[in-house]
């Protein structure tokens, strides 16, 4: 079965960093881009960029280049998302997911189950 | 960048019923890079369509896609209880990959 299991909740202050991770299972991890999808709380969904782990191509929307950092440590099978400094409105719900055709153009599928960042002082 | 216009926001339906739901795009969308998914309150979004108008491994036959250029349609025949919920979709043929704000299916 594949699957995409995600690292827990976290509570930040702004101004911290962190590091969230994403673990694949069940598939050829270096095989498939791994993409990062923000929703913040109670509204919709925001592609953030992709990474390809067997050469580390990484992608990002104009949106998030700049903000986020996203990489992938192929050998343990794990893709990560980073802030060097948090703000109050990263507060989000962070997936990450699996692109389901192994091109470039893929939808995603399946998807981790979430990890909750909240930043408040 | 290409911007997915849903609607309509929210529609409110009975089980039994059929919904149309409508994803626009601001710029022509190959059919083969739109996708659907759905989204159930504290779950993470599913696959339900990709390609406009295959369904995805177990994904029942009330549920189809259609659409092409700038105008694509999720159509569910027979709304089960479990249809309930808020639907995306998202074209992932040209960079940046977007999404459409969502529809809310809920109960009449």
């Known amino acids: 079965e594949v699957q995409l299991v995600q690292s827990g909740a976290e509570v930040k202050k702004p101004g911290e960093s962190l590091k969230i991770s994403c673990k694949g299972s069940g598939y050829s991890f270096t095989s498939y881009w791994i993409g990062w999808v923000r929703q913040v709380p109670g509204k919709g969904l925001e592609w953030m960029g992709i990474i390809y782990p067997g050469d580390s191509d990484t992608r990002y929307s104009p949106s998030f280049q700049g903000q986020v950092t996203i990489s992938a440590d192929k050998s343990i099978s794990t893709a990560y998302l980073q802030w060097s400094s948090l703000k109050a409105s990263d507060t989000a719900m962070y997936y990450c997911?699996?692109?389901?055709?192994?091109?470039?153009?893929?939808?995603?599928?399946?998807w981790g189950q979430g990890t909750l960042v909240t930043v408040s002082s | 960048e290409i911007v997915l216009t849903q609607s309509p926001g929210t529609l409110s339906l009975s089980p039994g019923e059929r919904a149309t739901l409508s994803c626009r795009a601001s710029?022509?969308?190959?059919?083969?890079?739109l996708a659907w998914y759905q989204q159930k309150p504290g779950q993470a979004p599913r696959l339900l369509i990709y390609?406009?108008?295959i369904r995805a491994t177990g994904i029942p036959d009330r549920f189809s896609g259609s659409g092409s250029g700038t105008d694509f349609t999720l159509t569910i025949s027979r709304l089960e209880p479990e249809d309930f919920a808020v639907y995306y979709c998202q074209q992932y043929g040209r960079s940046p990959r977007t999404f459409g704000q969502g529809t809310k299916v809920e109960i009449k």
């Open positions: 997911a699996k692109q389901g055709y192994s091109g470039y153009d893929s939808w995603f599928d399946p």
């Open positions: 710029q022509s969308v190959s059919s083969t890079y």
């Open positions: 390609g406009a108008s």
